[in-house]
């Protein structure tokens, strides 16, 4: 069924008093495609989850993108709509997107991300007294923040600052997302929970990736997996190869250690990334391979032997979740914040810098397979007791209905 057959704005009022009806949300997000990264992961995971719920109807509306992948949603039964946007794609301004939220018979709205006209939409469907909630999805962040700073002071100015003090709600994916909303002078409720991820038990069985061949049989493989992008710290990354392996290889040709990088980004951004590792003399043991999605995104983490995430700053990263659902090892930043994962043993800490992501490097590389299983074990543990879906579904129905009036408050809420 369309998304817009969720419940007219004007008559929620009326039936949501109802404690036994259904409560539809209408969830809003910018482009809705795999190049949206964490975001589009985010409502591909909690969305049909949601959905799947007997108190709930949820309906997902996003921008129109060149790869789009609103099927996905369609496919797990959740009704969604995408938009075609006029003008700058930056911005997203997408008038079908505001006509179908006024009209949607939706009891709240629940935005995911910033900075673009979802949500300017969200403010003018909750101009009638509707409540909505915002997911910054770690962009109050104080580096995401200062990252082309002045293009957020000015949509703060112009629409995010007002959008986001008006929410009946906020969604923090963790305890320091919570602090950077606080810093970020927000008073509003905050409800602290993190993303999920389906434990997948056909990676072990699944064919090689097509990237595979490039490389080496008997070299190990450390794979990044995401949105090639300033805040992932992969400059650091290469450079820190460098040191490792000028530490480690003893002269041999072909080192034991190979980095994968797959991702997608600026194209721009993609070939300075490519320069600066020709320049290090990385070109045989750095493999650029592009975006992964679906199947070849499940074979990567498959052929992988650890993952690394550098990153200088996140919000709950889903790929981390992704590399331990397959059992892998993880090298990351505290910036990742999943502090979790060094307590049990499932992560190796690394800084964002060079010097510490060569020491994590060494450390890794000292390390047996039988050792190196063990670590991913207890990765794939703690996302199947922490971090998935059903559970996240779960505690934000909860938020949901006490945003309604129709429960208490939960004790993932936060009061300023």
Not at 384 to 396: D, H, I, T, V
Request: glycine content about 10%.
């Amino acid at each position: 069924m369309p998304a817009d057959t969720l419940a007219p704005a004007c008559q929620v009022s009326q039936g949501s008093a109802d404690p036994m009806r259904a409560i539809r949300v209408a969830m809003v997000m910018a482009h809705l495609s795999q190049k949206s990264g964490g975001v589009f992961e985010a409502v591909r995971g909690l969305a049909p989850a949601l959905d799947a719920r007997a108190g709930m109807e949820l309906g997902v509306y996003g921008l129109a993108h060149p790869a789009p992948a609103h099927d996905m949603l369609r496919q797990c039964g959740v009704a969604t709509e995408a938009f075609p946007v006029r003008g700058p794609a930056s911005f997203g301004y997408a008038p079908g997107l505001g006509k179908a939220l006024r009209r949607a018979r939706a009891d709240l709205v629940h935005v995911h991300g910033l900075w673009m006209y979802p949500s300017v939409a969200a403010m003018g469907w909750s101009g009638r007294g509707m409540p909505y909630v915002v997911t910054p999805h770690g962009m109050l962040d104080r580096w995401a923040l200062a990252n082309r700073r002045w293009k957020k002071r000015l949509a703060g100015l112009i629409f995010e600052t007002r959008h986001l003090r008006g929410a009946a709600c906020l969604h923090a994916l963790c305890i320091s997302e919570l602090a950077a909303i606080r810093d970020a002078g927000l008073r509003n409720p905050v409800c602290v929970i993190p993303n999920g991820v389906e434990l997948d038990t056909a990676l072990s069985v699944a064919p090689p990736p097509l990237w595979r061949a490039r490389i080496p049989g008997r070299a190990a493989i450390l794979l990044f997996l995401g949105r090639i992008a300033p805040q992932k710290g992969i400059p650091d990354l290469l450079l820190g190869f460098v040191r490792y392996l000028k530490g480690s290889t003893g002269g041999s040709t072909v080192p034991k250690w190979q980095l994968v990088i797959a991702g997608w980004g600026e194209d721009a951004y993609r070939t300075n990334l490519q320069r600066l590792a020709t320049e290090l003399g990385l070109d045989p043991v750095v493999h650029f391979v592009g975006p992964q999605f679906g199947e070849e995104k499940q074979r990567s983490f498959a052929a992988a032997d650890a993952f690394v995430l550098p990153s200088i700053s996140e919000g709950l990263p889903i790929a981390v979740l992704e590399a331990w659902a397959a059992c892998l090892p993880v090298l990351m930043t505290p910036r990742c914040n999943l502090p979790i994962g060094f307590e049990q043993g499932a992560a190796l800490q690394i800084e964002p810098e060079p010097g510490s992501i060569a020491e994590g490097l060494r450390k890794l590389a000292s390390l047996t397979p039988a050792q190196r299983r063990r670590i991913g074990e207890r990765g794939a543990t703690l996302v199947a007791e922490r971090f998935s879906w059903p559970n996240a579904a779960e505690s934000m129905e909860a938020v949901y209905r006490w945003m309604l009036g129709r429960g208490d408050r939960p004790d993932t809420v936060d009061l300023a």
